[in-house]
């Protein structure tokens, strides 16, 4: 199956992003309520995220995971905007390689990326 690394970001890193930060965001002691309307999902989603019954087929590096930690700081403690958070996680997650690197599991990457691998 050939995905393009934007089917990759929808179906896999952004389901991972938001339930790693459903995970974070409960353990700083956010109601699931609550995190289901700062991630824009619903609360079913949510309880799904924190039993990992969904989107854990990704584990993130510990790079990745704290750059998702501060971002929950960010929109805790600021009420800071999660969809800014998640462009900026998944601006990370680009420029780390960790995309490329799942691109790679699922198509023969291009020239420009087997060199950054």
Not at 13 to 19: D, F, T
Not at 48 to 76: G, H, T
Request: charged share 30%; hydrophobic share 40%; aromatic share 6%.
């Amino acid at each position: 199956m050939n995905l393009m690394p934007q089917e990759i970001e929808v179906w896999y890193i952004l389901p991972a992003i938001r339930a790693e930060m459903a995970r974070e965001l409960a353990g700083k002691g956010v109601k699931q309520a609550r995190i289901a309307d700062i991630l824009g999902l619903t609360r079913a989603a949510v309880c799904q995220y924190l039993k990992q019954k969904r989107a854990n087929e990704l584990k993130f590096d510990d790079k990745i995971k704290k750059e998702i930690k501060k971002s929950c700081s960010r929109i805790v403690t600021d009420n800071g905007c999660a969809i800014r958070e998640i462009q900026a996680i998944c601006q990370f997650i680009k420029n780390s390689g960790f995309l490329c690197s799942i691109h790679k599991k699922y198509n023969e990457v291009c020239a420009k990326c087997r060199q950054s691998i």
